[in-house]
């Protein structure tokens, strides 16, 4: 199960650029997950909720994009989305195709944060 | 200050979560380079032959060139064992309840050696076939093996690794009849999954395919080291 090697990986990531962006408190991390990328999501989730234990990101939600695999397929010379990661065919056409142009990504693009201290996360909106 | 938290603010990141990494292998595969180490990471399921063909390559690559091989390992130092007694230069990465290389293992396991000395570096990956996927380790090729005794669809139900591969070697050919290996049918799903990957059968029993597989590692460090030369 190497997914909790990549959940500290992504804790230490998220915690870093948090501190350096003086976001106090993180409300959510966005992932990009890659079809290829051979990490299983359940397991991911799993080990981001123990992770997170007892660090600045306790509460943070993990939401994962889904990126499915995007081949070239050199007889219609064109890119396409794959239904399934496997076979490696070209969805139109049925020639195989190993060239990957999409489908391996493991990113943390983005995260979410309350602008002041927790506090002010738990009033009201102001009507 | 109320609308601040109506308007969470986003950091964008966009950092492969596996950058550590990866820059780690990178800055490897730089000094492997600069040495002239060429260097092969063999993933398979436990029990797939890899410590037996591993001991062959390092008897028979040893003839004629330094040799050294890391062991990735849950726990015993038995392969390491074995595998000294091919002379080569041998350690074993004792990853405790890691199932699989990182970079940062195999440049810690480094230490000491000069590799000037080697020209094989032969990374022996934990027995596995989902989880050293993800990891790059500064390998030149990646061996994806298995044995005639795994079944046709192995390929299919662990498609990550195949496809992450650069060769894939089946191992105990000679029990391919005796097993009732369907060799077209495992040939089509290594196809399915990693399309035009070259396929090697070897048996180190009966010495089957050996001869074929050692030119093809030597003929890659070859092109490895024209490579270096022209840089
Ligand atoms: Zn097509």
Redesign the pocket.
């Known amino acids: 199960m190497h997914e909790l090697s990549i959940a500290h990986s992504l804790v230490e990531i998220a915690v870093e650029t948090a501190e350096n962006a003086r976001m106090k408190r993180v409300k959510a991390l966005y992932l990009k997950l890659g079809a290829l990328s051979g990490v299983v999501k359940e397991a991911l989730e799993f080990s981001f909720d123990v992770v997170i234990q007892g660090t600045p990101l306790e509460g943070a939600r993990l939401v994962i994009e889904d990126v499915p695999v995007k081949v070239f397929?050199p007889?219609?010379q064109e890119a396409?989305k794959l239904p399934e990661p496997f076979p490696m065919r070209?969805p139109?056409?049925g020639?195989r195709t190993g060239q990957v142009l999409e489908g391996r990504e493991l990113e943390l693009y983005s995260l979410e944060g309350g602008e002041g201290d927790a506090a002010d996360d738990a009033k009201p909106p102001n009507c | 200050m109320q609308q601040m938290t109506l308007n969470p603010r986003i950091v964008e990141i966009r950092q492969n979560v596996l950058k550590k990494n990866d820059l780690l292998a990178r800055e490897l595969r730089k000094r492997f380079r600069e040495t002239g180490v060429y260097v092969v990471n063999l993933v398979s399921s436990p029990g797939a032959g890899k410590t037996t063909l591993l001991t062959e390559m390092l008897t028979r690559l040893g003839e004629r060139y330094g040799v050294a091989a890391l062991v990735g390992d849950l726990a015993t130092e038995n392969d390491a064992e074995r595998l000294r007694q091919s002379g080569a230069k041998v350690r074993q990465i004792t990853t405790g309840t890691v199932c699989h290389l990182e970079a940062d293992m195999i440049e810690r396991s480094l230490e000491g050696w000069n590799l000037e000395d080697i020209d094989f570096l032969f990374i022996e990956n934990v027995g596995n076939l989902v989880c050293p996927a993800s990891y790059d380790l500064g390998e030149n090729q990646r061996v994806v093996l298995f044995s005639v005794t795994e079944g046709e669809d192995k390929p299919v139900k662990y498609p990550t690794i195949v496809n992450s591969a650069d060769v894939a070697v089946i191992t105990k050919i000679d029990l391919a009849e005796a097993v009732g290996f369907q060799r077209d049918r495992f040939n089509e799903a290594l196809n399915e999954v990693r399309p035009g990957i070259p396929i090697l059968e070897v048996s180190v029993r009966t010495g089957e395919g050996i001869d074929e597989w050692i030119s093809r590692l030597e003929a890659a460090k070859e092109a490895f080291e024209k490579t270096v030369g022209s840089s």
Do not use: G, K, M, S
């Open positions: 397929c007889d219609c396409h070209c139109v056409c020639t």
